[in-house]
């Protein structure tokens, strides 16, 4: 059951909203996920990574497939924010996308905090359990 934190909820309705986060999963736009995802205004899909360090840069191609693409970047590295290899870091911002790394439940508050403004906001999120 997915439902320790649960979120305010912006609209539109058609777009990826997290709903909840703990218990080892999500819950974005009624739908629950048990494992780490890249959450997009459009589609969420699972990310397969289990630590931040398995992070990189072709993992999150999904991300820019099909022509999507998103300005910020917002990284949730579980229960507490760990540093970002700065390395990808420096690739996402080749590309114009700028990272930033927070603990994945600042990252869910302020995802949909940056939805609900329209911004081009994209997450790469890992479970807290």
């Not at 997915?2 to 703990?22: A, F, H, M, N």
């Not at 999963?25 to 205004?41: D, K, T, W």
């Not at 949730?76 to 080749?94: I, M, T």
């Amino acid at each position: 059951m997915i439902d320790d934190k649960t979120l305010p909820t912006p609209r539109p309705e058609d777009l990826q909203v997290i709903q909840s986060y703990g218990n080892g999963g999500f819950r974005i736009s009624n739908v629950a996920h048990q494992s780490a995802v890249l959450v997009m205004p459009k589609l969420t899909l699972p990310w397969p990574v289990a630590a931040m360090s398995e992070a990189s840069f072709a993992g999150l191609a999904p991300l820019f497939a099909d022509g999507r693409r998103c300005e910020i970047l917002l990284f949730g590295s579980g229960p507490r924010g760990l540093p970002l290899a700065s390395g990808l870091r420096q690739q996402l911002r080749e590309i114009g996308v700028v990272a930033d790394i927070m603990d994945t439940g600042a990252a869910c508050r302020t995802y949909n905090v940056l939805l609900a403004e329209g911004r081009l906001v994209a997450a790469a999120l890992l479970p807290i359990p």
